[in-house]
């Protein structure tokens, strides 16, 4: 069976793998043949496993060094950036392959590390398959500007001109939103007219250790009639050690969440960090945002972008039940749940994916 189109993604952070998918499902709802490939399964385990390592460290423990090296790196240019290209190259030589292989009509990649390899192909005539990069934040590092991707899909204003500044001719960039699964364009709206009893709040802990969901769940505790869930993700351990941290306390405390839009649905408020696609499935959703511990870079990037589309807020974590207090009490949850959902872009996928078929009705013109 011939692949219409192939989405590429790493496993760094659980945002780029979402968009992938949310792309792939909304092509096979619109009858096209898609698959999808995590390029870490493509390369030496080694250094698949030293990058995730590096990331989850540096977010998690050391913030600030992560803020220096996102910021220091957002360039183009000079030896260190020649150096990474070369080595992002050999590491990820394999993804030719497969492409060949699957042969896909388009290709849509969500994240900067598959476009070393595919843009450099196509500037040098060795892939003849367009290529469109989806960045999955509210902001553009120069390691998205891949010369030779065919083009670029944003969110917002400022990862449109960030591309620009660092070279990529505005015709190619599009806004398109972020693509989110389907499911959380449906999800019905908050109407808070009297007071929400309870309050539920769910709170998603992304790279948070154990310490600050503690904090967070007994920040709510004084705090009449919330309701919180916890999602802890993929980790068992994690999750039985949450559990046990919060045991006696209002929290209902779950491991890997597969339908996160039934569970956002069930939600007035959402508590996490300031992943790209942790803010657009919320703000899709229409659901207010708590956010907490963003990492300089792009999730303070997106933070700012909720914060100033008065959408939600930012704390700490023992601020979290106090800043849910004063949002019920001031009638604000349904209001900014309509402002959070006029943020987006929404049907993003599709859009994502007529851009990409356009590429291929102009391939097959040619």
Same mark, same amino acid.
């Given at each position: 069976?011939?692949?219409?189109?192939?989405?590429?993604?790493?496993?760094?952070?659980?945002?780029?793998?979402?968009?992938?998918l949310?792309?792939?499902?909304?092509?096979?709802?619109?009858?096209?043949?898609?698959?999808?490939?995590?390029?870490?399964?493509?390369?030496?385990?080694?250094?698949?496993?030293?990058?995730?390592?590096?990331?989850?460290?540096?977010?998690?423990?050391?913030?600030?060094?992560?803020?220096?090296?996102?910021?220091?790196?957002?360039?183009?240019?000079?030896?260190?950036?020649?150096?990474?290209l070369?080595?992002?190259?050999?590491?990820?030589?394999?993804?030719l392959?497969?492409?060949?292989?699957?042969?896909?009509?388009v290709?849509?990649?969500?994240?900067?590390?598959?476009?070393?390899?595919?843009?450099?192909?196509?500037?040098?005539?060795?892939?003849?398959?367009?290529?469109?990069?989806?960045?999955?934040?509210?902001?553009?590092?120069?390691?998205?500007a891949?010369? $030779?991707?065919?083009?670029?899909? =944003?969110a @917002?204003?400022?990862? &449109?001109?960030?591309?620009? *500044?660092?070279? /990529?001719?505005r015709?190619?960039?599009?806004?398109?939103?972020?693509?989110?699964r389907?499911?959380?364009?449906?999800?019905?709206?908050?109407?808070?007219?009297?007071?929400?009893?309870?309050?539920?709040?769910?709170?998603?802990?992304?790279?948070?250790?154990?310490?600050?969901?503690?904090?967070?769940?007994?920040?709510?505790?004084?705090?009449?009639?919330?309701?919180?869930?916890?999602?802890?993700?993929?980790?068992?351990?994690?999750?039985?050690?949450?559990?046990?941290?919060?045991?006696?306390?209002?929290?209902?405390?779950?491991?890997?969440?597969?339908?996160?839009?039934?569970?956002?649905?069930?939600?007035?408020?959402?508590? $996490?960090?300031a992943?790209?696609? =942790?803010? @657009?499935?919320?703000? &899709?959703?229409?659901?207010? *945002?708590?956010? /907490?511990?963003?990492?300089?870079?792009?999730?303070?990037?997106?933070?700012?972008?909720?914060?100033?589309?008065?959408?939600?807020?930012?704390?700490?974590?023992?601020?979290?039940?106090?800043?849910?207090?004063?949002?019920?009490?001031?009638?604000?949850?349904s209001?900014?749940?309509?402002?959070?959902?006029?943020?987006?872009t929404?049907?993003?996928?599709?859009?994502?994916?007529?851009?990409?078929?356009?590429?291929?009705?102009?391939?097959?013109?040619?």
């Amino acid at each position: 069976m011939t692949c219409d189109l192939l989405t590429v993604f790493t496993r760094v952070g659980g945002g780029h793998k979402a968009a992938a998918l949310a792309v792939a499902e909304r092509a096979r709802e619109e009858g096209m043949h898609a698959e999808s490939r995590d390029i870490f399964d493509l390369g030496p385990r080694l250094f698949g496993d030293a990058y995730l390592k590096w990331h989850l460290e540096t977010t998690s423990r050391s913030p600030k060094l992560y803020g220096r090296a996102y910021f220091g790196s957002n360039q183009r240019g000079g030896a260190i950036e020649r150096m990474r290209l070369t080595l992002d190259r050999v590491v990820f030589h394999k993804l030719l392959a497969e492409v060949e292989r699957i042969a896909p009509r388009v290709i849509v990649a969500t994240h900067h590390l598959p476009l070393v390899v595919l843009g450099r192909a196509r500037r040098k005539g060795l892939l003849h398959v367009p290529v469109v990069g989806v960045v999955t934040d509210y902001t553009a590092h120069a390691v998205w500007a891949e010369r $030779g991707v065919d083009a670029f899909c =944003t969110a @917002s204003a400022l990862p &449109t001109w960030e591309l620009y *500044m660092h070279g /990529v001719a505005r015709e190619k960039i599009v806004r398109t939103g972020i693509p989110v699964r389907p499911a959380f364009e449906r999800i019905a709206r908050v109407q808070d007219p009297l007071p929400i009893e309870p309050l539920r709040v769910l709170v998603t802990s992304g790279g948070f250790g154990v310490g600050p969901l503690r904090e967070i769940v007994r920040s709510c505790a004084q705090v009449p009639n919330v309701a919180l869930t916890v999602v802890c993700g993929a980790s068992e351990e994690l999750r039985a050690q949450v559990a046990t941290d919060l045991a006696g306390t209002n929290a209902n405390v779950i491991g890997f969440e597969r339908d996160m839009p039934a569970r956002v649905a069930d939600a007035h408020v959402v508590v $996490g960090k300031a992943g790209g696609l =942790t803010v @657009s499935e919320t703000l &899709t959703a229409g659901r207010p *945002m708590i956010i /907490v511990g963003a990492v300089p870079g792009n999730e303070q990037h997106n933070e700012n972008f909720v914060r100033n589309g008065r959408a939600g807020y930012a704390c700490e974590p023992h601020e979290v039940g106090a800043r849910l207090a004063a949002m019920r009490a001031s009638f604000e949850i349904s209001a900014m749940g309509l402002r959070a959902r006029s943020l987006v872009t929404h049907s993003a996928a599709s859009r994502v994916i007529a851009l990409a078929n356009s590429f291929v009705s102009r391939t097959r013109a040619a």
